[in-house]
């Protein structure tokens, strides 16, 4: 029998699937989310959350690469879509993986590209990434000792998101250091979404029992376009916080834990992992070059030391803890959505999540505010 068709697209059997969510965000952005295509590059932990995510809100078609070609016993401390049977040499890395996350939704087109296939994805000058018109792309940084190498490092992801802008992909960096995690987002120089206002009420009368009844809130909301300008990771990367008064400093701060992953890609490239002191080094000078000190991020050096303990211990140890990965995971799953759908203000541009004092921070990196579109413009 026929399916019969409804609003922007959506089945009735969709609708009837996706019948909580599209009560949430409405038909129209659920129409957006069933034609949407998400590439993710590499299958971690944290991209696994968010992966069960958007599988189960419906997207059209996912796609998968890892340059690991193997599971290793370390994936199985976050990777729920692997078992022990997975892990050793004779099997597929995302074969596996790939049926358990197809048994979440069959409507969904699950692929997978073998790792040989990454070198070509990341190719500049490869045709690859075009080819693949995803809606949206999210790399998954490895965590460990991985994290290190020149394949992820700074310089990498800046040329790797030069590209994507050129593509027009709106795109995303996760990653997750034992305790703390962390995303970046870059969804174009113009994303446009929609948020609900509520509708405001008259001036009120002269105080009057007439009056005090009027004074009840309307319940009637209306909808309101937004502007939201992204900028690249090299430009983001570029923010310092010198000059401003130290009040506005207090304000503005950004976390630790965003210091840190700076000071990780700055010293990776050779998959070597620095020690204590080298990380304690140059994440002071990272705090000093942003015209920041430890007084101004409120952190005392007994503070410091033990967050680059604990960073220094999450680099030596292969696998990834999995609160960490739940919580970063559906940030990161919630904000892909409300980016594809168009509702909702979008995350910008930089989320930290700081495990060991509960924080989860959201810097904006030098973005511009976002500004309203006039009704005329819409």
């Given at each position: 029998m026929a ?6 697209g959506?089945t009735e059997d969709e ?8 009560r949430?965000w409405?038909l ?14 590499n ?7 968010a992966?069960?995510n958007w ?18 016993w ?11 049977e997975?892990?050793?040499e004779s099997i597929?890395?995302?074969?596996p993986a790939?049926a358990r ?10 692929e997978?590209?073998p790792?040989?296939?990454?070198k ?8 690859s990434l ?7 792309m999210?790399i998954?940084?490895?965590?460990g ?5 020149a ?10 998101n ?9 795109f995303y960096i996760s990653g ?6 962390f ?6 120089d113009?994303h446009q979404y929609?948020?609900e206002k509520?509708?405001v009420?008259?001036p ?5 029992v ?12 209306r909808l309101e ?17 010198k ?19 700076l ?24 705090i ?11 952190v ?20 990834e803890?999995?609160p960490t990965?739940?919580?970063?995971g559906?940030?990161l799953s919630?904000?892909v959505?409300?980016?594809?759908g ?13 495990g060991l004092?509960?924080s989860g921070?959201?810097h904006?990196l030098s ?10 413009a819409?």
């Amino acid at each position: 029998m026929a399916q019969q068709g409804t609003h922007d697209g959506v089945t009735e059997d969709e609708a009837a699937l996706y019948d909580r969510q599209i009560r949430l965000w409405g038909l129209e952005a659920q129409g957006k989310i069933r034609t949407s295509h998400i590439l993710v590059i590499n299958l971690d932990g944290l991209t696994t959350e968010a992966i069960k995510n958007w599988v189960l809100a419906g997207i059209q078609r996912l796609t998968l690469i890892d340059f690991r070609p193997h599971t290793q016993w370390n994936d199985l401390s976050a990777g729920f879509f692997w078992r022990e049977e997975d892990v050793g040499e004779s099997i597929d890395r995302l074969t596996p993986a790939a049926a358990r996350i197809q048994a979440l939704n069959p409507l969904v087109k699950i692929e997978v590209l073998p790792s040989s296939s990454l070198k070509d994805l990341l190719d500049p000058s490869s045709s690859s990434l075009a080819d693949l018109k995803p809606s949206v792309m999210v790399i998954g940084i490895p965590s460990g000792p991985q994290s290190l190498s020149a394949q992820w490092n700074k310089d990498s992801l800046i040329t790797l998101n030069d590209r994507s802008r050129q593509l027009g992909i709106p795109f995303y960096i996760s990653g997750s250091q034992g305790f703390n995690g962390f995303i970046f987002s870059d969804l174009g120089d113009s994303h446009q979404y929609v948020i609900e206002k509520p509708e405001v009420n008259a001036p009120l009368p002269a105080s009057t029992v007439e009056g005090a009844a009027l004074a009840v809130p309307s319940s009637s909301k209306r909808l309101e376009k937004v502007k939201q300008e992204f900028v690249p990771l090299r430009k983001a990367l570029d923010k310092t916080w010198k000059g401003l008064p130290r009040a506005q400093l207090r304000r503005q701060k950004p976390s630790l834990g965003y210091l840190g992953v700076l000071a990780l890609w700055e010293l990776s490239g050779d998959g070597k992992i620095p020690s204590t002191e080298e990380l304690a080094s140059t994440c002071k000078s990272l705090i000093e070059e942003r015209g920041l000190d430890l007084k101004t991020l409120l952190v005392s050096e007994e503070d410091f030391t033990a967050f680059i303990d604990a960073l220094s211990i999450s680099l030596s140890q292969p696998g990834e803890f999995s609160p960490t990965c739940a919580m970063v995971g559906g940030v990161l799953s919630q904000d892909v959505l409300n980016a594809i759908g168009g509702r909702e203000a979008p995350l910008v541009n930089w989320f930290q999540l700081e495990g060991l004092t509960g924080s989860g921070q959201i810097h904006a990196l030098s973005t511009p505010p976002s500004s309203i579109i006039p009704p005329t413009a819409i």
